[in-house]
C-alpha cells in the first residue's frame, strides 16, 4: 500500500494520469457525427464545423498559453485547462442548440489546448536532462492512449445511452483529471518554477560543458519545430487520410479492417513512443530521431507495393515502427531552449503540429485529387527523408551520449566470441 501511495503522490504520475483522462473526451465527437446531425438538423458542412472549431481554438491559442506560463503564476493554470474541458463537455452533453455545441467544443478545444502545452512544459521542469527524453516518451505514450480510448468509448456509450453519454463521459474524465493532482503533494509547482533553470544549464565537474552556440541553438530549434510539423502532418494527411482511402479504394477493404489496422498502429505508436524516449536519453537525440525518420519513408512508400491485405498490414506496421521519435523534437526544444522560455517555445511548437494536422489532409486530398496515390506516397516519404537530413544537419548534442555504433559492434564481437 505504501508503495501505491508513494507513485499516486509522484508529481510526473499525476500529470500523466491527468493527460490520460483529458484525452478520454478530445474524440468522442467524431463517433457521434451523424447522431448530432439528425438531432439539430444540420448539414454536413456545419456538423463538420464541430470538429473544426476544437483544432482551430488549439492552433490559435497554443502560442499565448506558452506566453502565460512563462509571465503569470502557475498556480492560475493548475487545474484550469481540466476545468474548461469538463465544462465545455458538459455543455455539449446539455446542448438544447446546435450553437451552443459549437460553444462547448470551442471550449473543448481551449481546455485541450491549454493541457497540452502546460503539461509539456512541466514535464520538462520534473524532469533532468539525463531523463527528459524517457519523461516525455511516457507523455507522449500516455497522450496516445487516452485519444485512442477516446472514440471508443464515445461510439459504445452513445449505442448504449445516446449521444450525450458521450460528452457526459468526456466531461466526468476531465474531472477525474482533477484527484491525481489533489492527491499529490502541494508545493510542487514552486519546485518546478526555480529547479530546473539551474539543473538544466549548469552541470559541474568534468562533465561541464561550454555555453551553446546562439546559432547552434537556433537552428535545433527550428529543424524540431520542422520535424514536428512533418510528423504531424504525415499522421494527419497520410495515415488518417490516404491510408484509409488507399485500403477502402484500391484493396476494397472493409471499414472494420481498415479501423483494426490503425487501432494496431496507434497501440504500436504508443509502445514506440516509450522505446524512443529511453533510447534517446542513452545515444542521443539524433540517434533516434534519423533513423525514425528514415523508416517512416520506407513505410509510406511500402503502401505502393501493397496489393493484398497482408501487404497493407506489413506496410502499416512498418509505418508504425518508425514513429519511436514522436516525442523527441519536444526533447531537442527543453534541450537547446532557456527554460525561461519554455511555455513560449513549447507552445510555438504545438502550434506548429496542429497546423500541420490542419494542412495534412487538405494537401495530400489535393495530390490524390491530381496526381494519385502513388504521387502522394513519394511526396509523404520525401518529405519525411528531407527532415532526417535537416536533423543531420541542425541538431546538435548538449551532453554526452553512448555511441549506438559502437554498442552495436560490442554487441556483435561478443556474439562472435
Known amino acids: 500500500m505504501q508503495s501505491i501511495s508513494r ?13 490520460f483522462l483529458a484525452n478520454m473526451g478530445w474524440g468522442v465527437m467524431s463517433p457521434v457525427l451523424a447522431n448530432v446531425q ?13 470538429n473544426s472549431v476544437f483544432g482551430i481554438a488549439r492552433l490559435v491559442l497554443d502560442v499565448p498559453i506558452g506566453l502565460l506560463i512563462d509571465r503569470i503564476d502557475q498556480k492560475w493554470l493548475r487545474f484550469s485547462g481540466a476545468a474548461v474541458l469538463a465544462i465545455g463537455s458538459a455543455l455539449c452533453a446539455s446542448a438544447v442548440s446546435f450553437p451552443m455545441l459549437l460553444w462547448g467544443r470551442l471550449l473543448n478545444g481551449v481546455g485541450a489546448a491549454i493541457i497540452q502545452v502546460t503539461n509539456l512544459v512541466w514535464i520538462s521542469r520534473l524532469s533532468t536532462p539525463e531523463r527528459r527524453g524517457r ?3 511516457v507523455y507522449q505514450a500516455v497522450f496516445q492512449a487516452g485519444t ?12 448504449l445511452f445516446g449521444w450525450r453519454s458521450s460528452f457526459w463521459f ?21 519546485r518546478v518554477r526555480v529547479a530546473q533553470p539551474v539543473e538544466t544549464h549548469k552541470v559541474k565537474g568534468p562533465t561541464a560543458r561550454r555555453p551553446e552556440d546562439p546559432r547552434r541553438a537556433r537552428q535545433a530549434l527550428f529543424v524540431a519545430n520542422l520535424v514536428t510539423f512533418v510528423l504531424f502532418f504525415s499522421v494527419g494527411g497520410f495515415q488518417n487520410t490516404v491510408i484509409p482511402l488507399f485500403g477502402s479504394q484500391m484493396l476494397e477493404l472493409e471499414a472494420g479492417a481498415i479501423g483494426l489496422a490503425l487501432g494496431v498502429s496507434t497501440i504500436l505508436r504508443f509502445v514506440m513512443s516509450l522505446v524512443g524516449g529511453e533510447l534517446s536519453d542513452r545515444f542521443g537525440r539524433r540517434a533516434v530521431l534519423i533513423p525514425g525518420l528514415l523508416v517512416i519513408g520506407v513505410g509510406t512508400l511500402m503502401f505502393n507495393l501493397a496489393t493484398n491485405l497482408t501487404t497493407f498490414w ?23 531552449a532557456l527554460p525561461e522560455r519554455w511555455g513560449l517555445i513549447m507552445g510555438l511548437n504545438r502550434s506548429v503540429g496542429d497546423l500541420g494536422i490542419v494542412l495534412g489532409p487538405v494537401v495530400m486530398g489535393l495530390l490524390l485529387e491530381s496526381q494519385g496515390y502513388a504521387s502522394a506516397t513519394v511526396f509523404s516519404a520525401v518529405l519525411v ?13 548538449v551532453q554526452p551520449h553512448r555511441s549506438l555504433i559502437g554498442d552495436l559492434r560490442q554487441a556483435v564481437r561478443a556474439a562472435i566470441k
Not at 439539430?40 to 464541430?50: D, G, H, I, K, N
Open 7 to 19: 507513485v499516486l503522490r509522484d508529481e510526473k504520475v499525476g500529470l500523466y494520469a491527468m493527460v
Open 38 to 50: 439528425a438531432e439539430f438538423a444540420v448539414s454536413v458542412v456545419q456538423v463538420a464545423l464541430a
Open 385 to 397: 527523408w528531407l527532415c532526417a537530413l535537416a536533423v543531420a544537419w541542425g541538431v546538435s548534442e
Open 314 to 336: 506489413l506496410a502499416i506496421m512498418v509505418l508504425s515502427f518508425g514513429r519511436f521519435g514522436n516525442n523527441v523534437p519536444a526533447t531537442v526544444l527543453a534541450d537547446h
Open 170 to 190: 468526456a466531461a466526468g474524465a476531465a474531472v477525474l483529471g482533477f484527484l491525481p493532482m489533489l492527491l499529490g503533494p502541494q508545493d510542487w509547482i514552486e
Open 148 to 159: 485512442s480510448v477516446s472514440p471508443m468509448a464515445g461510439g459504445f456509450l452513445a449505442d
Open 135 to 137: 519523461d516525455l516518451g
